[in-house]
């Protein structure tokens, strides 16, 4: 069994920065790929980056490309997400989300085996 927990969410202005941390606890993280989720009211819930348990390849909704960074520290248990330049149709419920087997970069969340209990991002305009 894997736990992870979510910090650092928050409000903040348009074009702000915000970082998000996961951390995990249990089965060994460093063997996990690792996800970021998010999911607005009314909407799906949607990919946002992924990581590869080593770190060297990251994937990215086009949404975020160029203003959110995905890295993860092994030694720390720990997967982040920077964002930058947020806007309003940022807002959202952000999951992380880990996968036993499957490589990173997959989309489809039910293909997750573990997840956090979510960490709200409040973009104002």
């Known amino acids: 069994q894997v736990q992870l927990v979510e910090f650092g969410g928050g409000l903040v202005q348009a074009g702000g920065s915000l970082r998000l941390s996961c951390a995990a606890s249990?089965?060994?993280?460093?063997?996990?790929?690792m996800g970021w989720f998010r999911q607005a009211p009314g909407k799906e819930r949607e990919f946002v980056a992924g990581?590869?348990?080593?770190?060297?390849?990251?994937y990215y909704a086009d949404s975020v490309k160029g203003r959110f960074t995905i890295s993860r520290d092994n030694a720390k248990n720990t997967v982040y997400l920077q964002m930058n330049s947020l806007k309003p149709e940022d807002t959202a419920v952000y999951y992380c989300?880990?996968?036993?087997?499957?490589?990173?970069?997959?989309?489809?969340?039910?293909?997750?085996?573990?997840w956090g209990q979510g960490t709200q991002v409040t973009v104002s305009s």
């Open positions: 990581i590869s348990w080593s770190g060297g390849a990251t």
């Open positions: 989300a880990a996968n036993r087997i499957l490589p990173a970069g997959v989309v489809d969340s039910r293909r997750y085996d573990y």
């Open positions: 249990g089965r060994a993280f460093s063997s996990l790929s």
